[in-house]
């Protein structure tokens, strides 16, 4: 059984740091690329980043590069976000994605709020 499983959302001020983690089973975790998206209330979902199968490359939308940073652990069958300097606008809920050849999976998302 597939499973991608987040955590590590929260509430957080403004100028705040939160690390979202995504634990993954039911698939060989290491063949895949990872992304992190996200979506705010009445907006499409957006690619955040992603980084390849074996994490040698990575990639960031503008509004978060030099904030955000994504990595994994292929042993641990982890992605992660860390996400530094949060700003309101990064509000939304945050899921991660599994993406091969074959198909894609999806977790079912970690809340994210920014907020004085």
């Known amino acids: 059984q597939v499973q991608l499983v987040e955590s590590g959302g929260g509430l957080v001020q403004p100028g705040g740091s939160l690390r979202l983690s995504c634990v993954v089973s039911g698939f060989t975790f290491s063949y895949y690329a990872m992304r992190w998206f996200r979506q705010a209330p009445g907006k499409e979902r957006e690619l955040v980043a992603d980084i390849s199968s074996t994490g040698g490359r990575t990639n960031y939308a503008d509004s978060v590069k030099g904030r955000f940073t994504i990595s994994r652990d292929n042993a641990k069958k982890t992605v992660y976000l860390q996400m530094n300097s949060l700003k309101p606008e990064d509000t939304a809920v945050y899921y991660c994605?599994?993406?091969?050849?074959?198909?894609?999976?999806w977790g079912q998302g970690t809340q994210v709020t920014v907020s004085s």
């Open positions: 994605n599994a993406v091969h050849s074959d198909g894609d999976y």
